[in-house]
């Protein structure tokens, strides 16, 4: 038997759904209601609840969930649980910026190397994470059975460390880089476009500051 797939947009709220849990939990809050946090996140309570059943949370209808359930739950779901060692390549500044935040962890993934091919950024530690050439990446990706890439090397150079990665036997990569990746079909790709989000922001900005139409 399968398991059904997921709908996309379910993933992508979970995370949010565990931050706002996050912040409860620090607070001291051991309760949460789907109505409460569908109304705080601004997602309609049908889907919040629809949402939280996907991950296998059933909260008692009196009193709700509890929020230490919840997290917990969501981070099995999505196997934050399980944590993925990654591999990032690219230490400039968007790479650099990556390596020394701490939140990855919580999120499931955890960096353990990077790699660059300038030697002036090589053999020193950025964070808690050492970086290292690039020669070195298919043996220790290899060895350790890391499944997980980040690329955050400039446009031109991002095809072929993402073949790289994946010869190394990295199962899925996220790229920063704004290219499209050419990648047997067996290599899972998420792409982060941060400027097509910025280029959607000021479109919204934008269509927001037209005059209303008289009509
Ligand atoms: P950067 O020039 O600061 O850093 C790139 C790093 O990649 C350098 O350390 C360089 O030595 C390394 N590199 C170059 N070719 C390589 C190769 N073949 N193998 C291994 N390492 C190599 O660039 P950046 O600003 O950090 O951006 C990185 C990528 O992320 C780019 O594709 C960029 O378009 C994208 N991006 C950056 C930002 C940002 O805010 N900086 C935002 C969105 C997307």
Redesign the pocket.
Known sequence: MTTPAVPLPTLRRLPRYHQYLARLRDTGQEQISAARMAEVLGVHHTQVRKDLSLAGCLGRPKTGHRVADLMAAIEHFLHWDNHSEAFL???????TALLKYPGFGQAGARIIAA????PA?TGRKVGEVPVLP?DKLPGLAERMHVAVGIL????D??Q??AELMAASGIRAIWN???VTLDLPRNVIVENLE??ASLALLLRKLADSSQPAAIG
């Open positions: 390549v690219g230490v400039g500044s968007l790479g790699f660059d091919q300038d950024k690039m955050t090397v400039p446009a150079a991002a072929a460390a920063f880089a704004p941060l400027f």
